[in-house]
């Protein structure tokens, strides 16, 4: 539109000319609005622990791949960071079980998705803490990168919240 001219956008539907200014209002409440509808809302305790958790169990993986497991007397060493992940998936699970979602929309299930792929995380992260007391993990036998690949659906879908 030049300098000078009122701008109104109109559309004819049928022989009948609508403002679309006048649905604007209405469109910008429903699309902020409906974001609620498709995914319960950014949470930063969430986000603050599961990163955390994530950080710790992408040092183990490390580690894991590195041999830095491989006999069981090394998991002494190796406790307090499963037990970081682990405390901070805890926190991340009961934030995600508890999201303000109105009931029967596809927010609901989209919580109820993360909180069970933040739970299959924080189990894998037993298992493999289970594994390595008992008896060690070998390195290059897939156990870090099977452990990351569990953990990251849950890591992305809340960095998604964002």
Known sequence: MFIGQQAKLTKTMKGRTMSISRFGPVFLVVFLGGCTVFAPRYDAVLDEKSTAAYQSIAGIAASIELGEFVAAESYADAAPRYRDAISGLSVASLRAEILPVREGTPAERARRLLSEMVTECDQAVKRTAE????????????????????????????????
């Open 131 to 162: 594994a390595h007391r008992q008896r060690g993990i070998p390195a290059n036998a897939g156990a870090g990168q099977s452990l990351l690949l569990v953990c990251d659906p849950a890591y992305r879908a809340v960095q998604a919240m964002r």
